[in-house]
């Protein structure tokens, strides 16, 4: 049982103080009689608020896919550019979500984003080997002796990438999908730069079995589903 205030300041876009003045201009019912403090307890998982005819489902964490465009750094605030809690819609943004790994600014495709701590570290253990999948196009062809590259593993300065899975598109070469494991800084373009290639595209479209949405538009967000978020185990 949780106040009526808490209830609807984490399921909704209110504020306690908003709260107070919804409760006053007899704006809420808590099934189906109108609410008369905000103080009053509430069962989150049973009891049926709503607010100006809306019916408030309690939920404290959200979990969304973006198909995230260039230009938008993966962060929650920057002092000069766009980051991607920018195209979250105002329904989303109270529950303060914040990016799950990270996309570089000029690559697009699937981010997911949540308030759930746990639900980030999980994503992000290494112990996880959770493969990414990446689309990418090259200023050159890849050749097959570049699968067996990718496929050793490659040493770098700060760190050895593990072994990484690249496919080549038999139509255009210069289109492949590489597979990788971590999430090292500039990971992908790092790997095609050591076989000789200059990454022109990028767009991650899978994190593990989870694909992005094809039908959603790059910029736009959803919600994941309950069977995406048992790809996880959530
Ligand atoms: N690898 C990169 O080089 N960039 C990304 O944004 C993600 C993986």
Known sequence: MIRLDKYLSD?????????????????VTV?????GK???KVDENRDNVWVNGKNIVYRKFIYL???KPQGYLSATEDDRDPVVVDLLPEEYRHFAPFPVGRLDKDTEGL??????????????????????????????????????????????????ARPARLE???????????????????QVKRMCERA??????????AIGS???????PCGQVRELTAAELAIFGW
């Open 168 to 186: 080549i598109d038999p139509a255009d070469p210069r289109k492949v999908y590489v597979e990788i494991s971590e999430g090292k800084y500039h």
């Open 31 to 35: 099934n189906g009689v109108i609410a």
């Open 111 to 160: 981010l997911l984003l949540t308030n759930d701590g746990q639900f980030d570290h999980e994503l992000m253990s290494p112990r996880k080997n959770l493969y990414k999948r990446y689309y990418a196009e090259l200023d050159l062809p890849a050749v097959e002796a570049d699968i067996g590259l990718f496929a050793a593993g490659m040493e770098f300065r700060e760190f050895t």
């Open 210 to 216: 989870l694909e992005l949405d094809k039908e959603l």
């Open 196 to 205: 000789g290639k200059k990454v022109l595209f990028l767009k991650r479209v």
């Open 65 to 67: 896919m973006l198909n």
């Open 11 to 27: 399921a909704a876009p209110y504020s306690r103080k908003e709260v107070r003045e919804l409760v006053k201009r007899k704006a």
């Open 38 to 40: 905000v103080d009053m």
